[in-house]
C-alpha cells in the first residue's frame, strides 16, 4: 500500500476516534496499521496534529490514549516508558504478594501466546523457529502454571489492551519479539521491585513473618526473570536487530528503573536482615527470610549475565554500550549453555 494510501486510511480512522474516543473497534484498525507499518511512518503528518488534538480536547480510554500518544509523537523516538506502554498495566502490580505474583504469571501467559499466535501467522519469524517453539510453549506452561492457570482477580479489560502497546517504531518484524520481551521483563521488574520495597518497609518495623510473605514471592518471581531472553535469542535475527537498532536507539531500557533499583533493594534487605535487633523468636524466619533473599539476588545476577551475552550475540564487541556493561560480567553464556541442557533434557521427557 503507498504511503498516500496509508495515510488516507490513517486520517479516516482518526475521525473516527475523534467521534467515538472510547471505542476501541474505531481504534484497532489503526494499530493493526501500525503493527505493520511501525509508528516511525506517520512522522510530520496531519495524523501526529490529529492525534495530539484528540489528546488534548477528549478523555479516551487508557489504552486508546496510549496509541493517540505514540501517534502524536511520532518521528521521535520515544522514552522507554512510553515505548513499551506496561504502565498501562500498573493494576496487576498491587495487592497481596499472592495475587501480584498471579496477576504477573497471568499477564506474562497472555503476552507469550500472542507471539506465539503472531509467529504461527506469520506477523514475523523466529530466527529458530524450532527452538522459539520449545522456549515459547516451555514460557508458556510456567506462567500458566505460576497463575494456577484460573484468571486472577485482575483481568484485561479487553484484547484490545494488550494489542494497544505492541505499536513497533519500525516495520521491521524482529521489533514485536523485542518489545513483548521488554513488556515481560518490564512487568516482572516492577513487581519484582514492588514486593522488595514492601519486604524492606516490614522489616524495618521489625514485622519478620510479613517481610517473609513478601520475600517468599520476590523469589518465586524472580525465578522467571530469566526466560523471556531466551524468547529473544530464538525469535529475533541478528539481521533484524541490526536494521531495527537505529529506530530505537533513545529508547534504551537502561531507562528502565526497575532492574536497577531491585538490585539495590536487595541489597538494603540484606543489610537489615543482619541488624541485631530482631527477637529471638524471630530467628528462624529471619533465616528463611536470608536464604530466600540469597535465591532471588541469583537470579537476578543470573538474568545481568544473560543479558550481558544477548547484548555481546546482538551487537558483537565494540559498542559504547555493549563494552561498558562487558566490563561488568562475561559469565552469561555459560548460563545460556546450562539452560539449553536443561531445555533438551526437558523436551526428551515431555
Ligand atoms: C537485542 C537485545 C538487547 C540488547 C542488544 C541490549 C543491549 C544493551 C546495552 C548495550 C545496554 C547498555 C546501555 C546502553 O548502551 O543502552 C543495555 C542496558 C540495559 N538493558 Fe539491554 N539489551 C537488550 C535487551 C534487553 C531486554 C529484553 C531488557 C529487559 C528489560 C533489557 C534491559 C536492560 C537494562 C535494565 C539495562 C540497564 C543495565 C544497567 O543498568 O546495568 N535489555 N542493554
Redesign the pocket.
Known sequence: MSDEAIDRDISRIMRKVAADPNDEAMCEPLVDLIIEGGVHKLHSTANCLQAAEILSNRHPLPAIRHVLLRVSIAGEQPPYDIYTGVKLFRRFLSGHPREVYRNTAYLMRLLSEDLIERAHAQHFVPCDSERFALAAKDFWRRCAEASCSAAPHVLLRSNFELKAILLPESSIRGEIV?MR??QM??VT?AAALGMAKAANRWIRFSEASSALTYIDFLERTSSHFAA??RL?LRG?GTGD?RALRDFIEYP???Q?PH??ELSMSLKQIERYLTHKRWQSRDSATVELCKQKLERAAKNLEAW?KA?TA??LH??GRG????D??EE?TLAGTALFQRQDAELDHYSDTQ
Open positions: 523485542f520481551v521488554l521483563q518490564d521488574f523471556p531472553l529473544l529475533l536487530w534504551s531500557a537502561i528502565s532492574p536497577g545481568t543479558h544477548i547484548a546482538f551487537n559498542l559504547p554500550g555493549t561498558w556493561m561488568q
